[in-house]
């Protein structure tokens, strides 16, 4: 299934894009796509019979704002340097473990929204990312199979950063990853029955038009399934919980100098295949 909310922000309804790519409520069948539901086997399958049947009402999507596909996220975690070819491009060493970071769920906006280049910014840079969303409770996993079933679904997201911030100014990453606007969700969480190899998925972004990032999941160092594991020995993730799982070269960090990083006015697309396509306009804090 494909999940949804639209409208407008703080104000969402709970919606399913269909087969047929016609945009159905949902909000007599459950308040919103969150943690609750992914956990509730009951109205997941209440939503699939109602999908299947045509009884979901219509929704019309002119005018109407698509907003981050995932309400009342828990946290964020985040997996650094998880790309082969995106740590070559940093000069980074392959790292032997997992590297890891948190982003505010503050940060969450959606797929089309505004993105803000932060006041004093000079290095906001792009990064497409595989995000997971969680729906059973992990902890002590001790297997790639058990980790997958923790796993609801899979969205777009958009790592912004700020790597000045990141990496300049001393103390951890988290500086450079959680101003406002910085982490754009959707437009679909699609459920994991229709990702059967998160392993397999291309990755591209343009900035205003040029190709900057091509990759895919093959890539990834630390696969989702022991992203999955591995971060559950270290804190229990919960339904509902978001994990961005790294990004492949080509961000402007990996850029020769002088390096293109965003201002405002660049339009940023991401996309990742079978899970939507993002478009955000960047605009002065």
């Known amino acids: 299934m494909k999940l949804l909310r639209v409208g407008p922000a703080g104000a969402e309804r709970p919606a399913l894009l269909d087969g047929d790519d016609v945009l159905r409520d949902l909000s007599a069948l459950v308040d919103d796509i969150d943690g609750r539901l992914l956990q509730d086997d009951a109205q997941l399958t209440a939503i699939r019979e109602a999908a299947a ?148 998925l291309s990755l591209r972004l343009w900035v205003n038009g040029e190709l900057k990032q091509d990759g895919t999941t093959a890539d990834q160092i630390f696969p989702v399934a022991e992203v999955v594991r591995y971060l559950s020995h270290f804190m229990t993730l919960y339904p509902g919980d978001v994990i961005n799982t790294g990004t492949p070269a080509g961000v402007a960090l990996g850029h020769p100098d002088p390096k293109p990083y965003l201002r405002s006015g660049d339009v940023v697309e991401l996309e990742i295949a079978g899970l939507g396509r993002q478009t955000q306009t960047l605009k002065q804090a």
């Not at 902890?139 to 990141?166: I, M, P």
Request: negative net charge.
């Open 53 to 200: 049947a045509g009884t979901l009402p219509v929704l019309d999507a002119a005018g109407l704002r698509t907003g981050a596909p995932l309400g009342r996220i828990g946290k964020i975690v985040c997996i650094g340097l998880n790309y082969h070819d995106h740590a070559a491009e940093t000069g980074a060493p392959v790292p032997g473990e997992p590297v890891v970071f948190m982003k505010a769920p503050d940060t969450v906006v959606g797929p089309y929204d505004t993105v803000l280049v932060p006041r004093g910014s000079e290095k906001t840079d792009w990064e497409v990312e595989l995000a997971v969303v969680i729906g059973r409770t992990a902890r002590y996993l001790g297997s790639h199979e058990e980790a997958l079933a923790c796993v609801a679904g899979y969205a777009v997201a958009h790592d912004v950063s700020e790597r000045a911030f990141q990496i300049e100014r001393g103390g951890q990453w988290d500086k450079g990853k959680n101003c406002e606007t910085f982490n754009p969700l959707g437009p679909w969480l699609v459920t994991a029955d229709e990702v059967p190899d998160p392993q397999a």
